[in-house]
């Protein structure tokens, strides 16, 4: 059977991706920073990006954390899952707010796909509601979600850096 301890690579790994994944968004956002500081609903997917890219760090920060009990780490992983579905939650509705033209409308509509959000987020709670009950096996969600949110994490950025002018 697996331990936390056996997940260090997978997370020093999914750690280092993440933080330079967030680094290209922020490069990305920078290339294109007036159409999209102009835009409510372009800034919200940047930060709905943002988050994508940040999720499987902080994962990496909780899998990495030395010494702790398996429920302490299961715990820590539904807390991380539930608050970060409360801000994409948040930043979804300041999506939906957002009044725009059909050609605005079309250009959003490519950064509001909910599937990836939610897997992401259901994986990291079922993730850690497998590990607070005792099992280790709840260890191999981490792998989809992570997958999932940095592909996704990725589209996004790639399509700010091709946002038209």
């Not at 499987?56 to 539904?78: D, F, N, V």
Request: one cysteine or more; glycine letters at 10%; proline letters at 5%.
């Amino acid at each position: 059977m697996t331990s936390p301890a056996d997940w260090a690579g997978f997370a020093e790994m999914t750690g280092g991706a993440s933080g330079a994944l967030t680094g290209l968004l922020f490069v990305a956002v920078s290339l294109n920073a007036s159409k999209i500081s102009g835009h409510r609903g372009l800034r919200a997917s940047a930060a709905q990006t943002l988050v994508l890219f940040l999720t499987p760090l902080i994962m990496s920060g909780i899998l990495l954390t030395p010494g702790q009990p398996q429920w302490a780490l299961g715990a820590e992983l539904i807390a991380a899952g539930l608050i970060t579905s409360a801000v994409l939650l948040g930043i979804g509705r300041v999506k939906h707010k957002v009044t725009a033209t059909d050609d605005d409308q079309r250009l959003l509509a490519i950064f509001n796909r909910r599937g990836p959000n939610v897997s992401v987020m259901l994986l990291f709670v079922a993730s850690g509601v497998i590990l607070a009950c005792g099992q280790p096996a709840g260890l191999y969600l981490l792998l989809p979600a992570s997958l999932v949110a940095l592909v996704s994490g990725v589209l996004n950025a790639w399509y700010f850096l091709l946002v038209p002018s």
